[in-house]
């Protein structure tokens, strides 16, 4: 058995820039993801650098996807090495007036699946002393969200979770790590209509790949928590000490639609 580097979410945005960051690493690499040409796509790149490389279509809100991702990495060859939770997505407007089944849907992929694959992996990790968890968060994480309810909610959990595992693998020579982005110029935004907010107009947008290069620098030295720049470290700082009323306001006023 081989090691491989397994990252969900490879098929667009901060997902598929960590692939490429960590295949310079020369392991191999599985891609798990919704868009099969974006990961065959992806797969052919990582391959014409000589770096093997696996393209899985998987719905992460399957309840049995953890159980075949693990099946498949046994039938070809591999175990999992490093863990890269990517995949996520969010549902933008008020909760009782959205979709309920796109609700729980974020949840079984932003916080079921994220904690499945990672209870899955993370014990073989540990018994070989090698080896880690990247699990992408978000400043969100610091503040309750109007209008993403469920999004915030689900980094909230991410966070909490990764710094309690990094606690508790101290000194085994593994390492997990929660990689915490603030707005970033990809996809996700216009996808679930947060770009057309005052949120998206006004937040300085960062770069996926230099996200991606920060995550994976933070992880190799071996950080609980990564946030790449310093205007989110702001922000979340900002989150944390000001009163949760005040910061509520501020969120549900980001989240109107710019022009209003």
């Known amino acids: 058995m081989k090691p491989a580097i397994v990252i969900t979410g490879a098929s667009s945005g901060i997902g598929r820039e960590l692939a490429r960051v960590a295949a310079r690493e020369g392991t191999a690499m599985v891609l798990i993801g919704t868009s099969q040409p974006d990961l065959d796509n992806l797969a052919a790149e990582l391959g014409r650098a000589d770096v093997p490389a696996q393209a899985w279509p998987v719905d992460l809100s399957e309840r049995d996807a953890g159980q075949r991702i693990e099946e498949k990495l046994t039938q070809t060859g591999v175990y999992c090495d490093v863990l890269v939770n990517c995949a996520g997505f969010g549902v933008f407007g008020p909760a009782a007036e959205t979709d309920r089944d796109q609700h729980l849907k974020l949840l079984d992929v932003n916080i079921r699946a994220l904690t499945e694959l990672t209870l899955r992996f993370l014990p073989g990790m540990i018994a070989r002393h090698r080896g880690g968890v990247i ?27 990764t710094a309690a595992l990094a606690a508790e693998v101290r000194g085994t020579g593994v390492t997990v790590t929660c990689l915490c982005p603030g707005v970033v110029r ?56 000001l009163p949760k009323s005040l910061v509520l306001w501020l969120v549900a006023a980001l989240m109107r639609p710019a022009g209003d």
């Not at 230099?210 to 922000?235: C, N, Q, S, Y």
């Open 135 to 161: 699990n992408v968060g978000s400043i969100t994480s610091s503040a309750p969200g109007p209008k993403m309810s469920t999004y915030f909610a689900s980094k909230a959990y991410v966070g909490s979770f």
């Open 186 to 241: 990809t996809a996700f935004f216009e996808r679930c209509h947060v770009g057309k907010t005052w949120l998206f107009k006004l937040a300085p947008r960062g770069n996926a790949l230099a996200i991606a290069e920060a995550g994976w620098r933070g992880f190799r030295a071996g950080k609980r928590l990564v946030i790449p720049r310093l205007i989110d470290r702001i922000i979340v700082t900002g989150a944390t000490l």
